[in-house]
């Protein structure tokens, strides 16, 4: 039962997110500082949870090759959503469309155009794949530390703190580009939903499983983290809210880093 709560806690920040995010229009500065703050603090998961424990029950050799599959698994994953969302504006001029719209570094010279650009891309639709790919393993992570008796609060709040600006920013980008909202809240409550049940999967079948069998999701789920920090969260981050998202990212790290000591 314990951690059938805690799934639902961790999750319903998916809900939470995404239904402010399609109801209300918020300034796009915040919604990159909130994305950014998110990466702040899912820098912590990566460095002092995922790939940490990853290395300690299966060593570097296993814990890199998970990495690498979770961060090759991204980014063509993230490609392929860009192609998809490249497909879908036939008629936008072609410096535009090539290559990835997250990437505009001509900002500040023409912030209108720029923002035309990664609202229509897939930044919505990638923001939804990296929660769902690092989440999985992530609340599996958390399951078994329900079991294990050891830092199961602060590995929530860390994973509630993270998840709810990447749910809110996600639908929001959503919306931006003409997704109903109905549609929207689906695919957020869907991944909700799995996020629960991979909770339930850690406290339960996976709890006795082997270290070894654990460490690779666990690392699979930090190289997932890394691309779409690299590709997605970041990029969309400083291209809305400029230098003023280091700040943010900084208290991220910070407070989900002071969790995680709890």
Not at 35 to 62: K, P
Not at 147 to 175: D, K, T, Y
Request: proline share 4%; aromatic share 6%; charged share 10%.
């Amino acid at each position: 039962m314990a951690a059938l709560w805690f799934g639902l806690i961790a999750s319903s920040a998916l809900v939470i997110g995404a239904l402010v995010g399609v109801r209300f229009e918020l300034p796009k500065r915040l919604l990159a500082i909130l994305l950014s703050f998110a990466a702040g603090s899912l820098i912590t998961a990566l460095a002092f949870e995922l790939f940490e424990d990853a290395y300690e029950q299966g060593g570097i050799l296993r814990a890199a090759l998970g990495l690498a599959a979770g961060a090759v698994v991204f980014t063509v994953l993230s490609a392929l959503l860009d192609r998809w969302a490249q497909a879908g504006n036939k008629t936008k001029p072609a410096d535009e469309i090539q290559g990835s719209p997250k990437l505009d570094t001509n900002a500040a010279a023409s912030d209108k155009r720029a923002t035309s650009a990664s609202t229509r891309g897939a930044a919505g639709m990638a923001l939804l794949a990296a929660v769902t790919l690092d989440g999985v393993p992530e609340n599996v992570a958390l399951g078994i530390s329900l079991q294990e008796g050891s830092g199961g609060l602060a590995l929530l709040a860390a994973i509630f703190v993270s998840n709810l600006p990447e749910a809110l920013v996600g639908a929001s980008s959503m919306r931006s580009q003409g997704k109903p909202a109905g549609a929207t809240m689906l695919l957020w409550t869907v991944c909700a939903v799995l996020l629960v049940a991979a909770v339930m999967l850690g406290a339960g079948p996976l709890s006795s499983a082997d270290p070894q069998t654990i460490s690779l999701p666990l690392a699979f789920a930090a190289g997932a983290v890394i691309a779409s920090l690299a590709d997605t969260l970041m990029p969309e981050a400083y291209e809305h809210g400029g230098p003023a998202v280091a700040l943010s990212t900084a208290a991220g790290f910070v407070l989900s880093f002071s969790l995680s000591l709890a």
